[in-house]
């Protein structure tokens, strides 16, 4: 089993920064991918970013040029750097770690951090 527990989440004015950060700890070795989604009220779950075990990187189209996704080298650490931030940002943010592939996947999620971005 796998345990996340993200950090960093708060609220901001609107086109600030804010930096999120997410632990993974427990059967860790082999994860292979880790990332963050988040949802608004009467949204659904969207992809905010990924990174592999390679360090390729995959972002949603609205944050694409804006957040940065990176982990720590030699430890399961993955961090969110969100600059520039919109109201439209405002979400419960999740930590994910993915391990397997196609169709023998398990994703293991955090408790989710809020993020609020005032106008």
């Known amino acids: 089993q796998v345990q996340l527990v993200e950090s960093g989440g708060g609220w901001v004015q609107a086109g600030g920064s804010l930096r999120l950060s997410c632990v993974a700890s427990?059967?860790?070795?082999?994860?292979?991918?880790m990332g963050w989604y988040r949802q608004a009220p009467g949204n659904k779950r969207e992809l905010v970013a990924t990174i592999t075990i390679g360090g390729s990187t995959n972002y949603g189209d609205s944050v694409k040029g804006r957040f940065t996704i990176s982990r720590t080298r030699g430890k399961m650490i993955v961090s969110l750097q969100m600059s520039s931030l919109k109201p439209e940002d405002t979400a419960l943010y999740y930590c994910?770690?993915?391990?397997?592939?196609?169709?023998?996947?398990?994703?293991?999620w955090g408790q989710g951090t809020q993020v609020t971005v005032s106008s």
């Open positions: 427990g059967s860790v070795f082999d994860i292979n991918r």
């Open positions: 994910n770690a993915h391990k397997g592939t196609y169709p023998r996947e398990v994703n293991y």
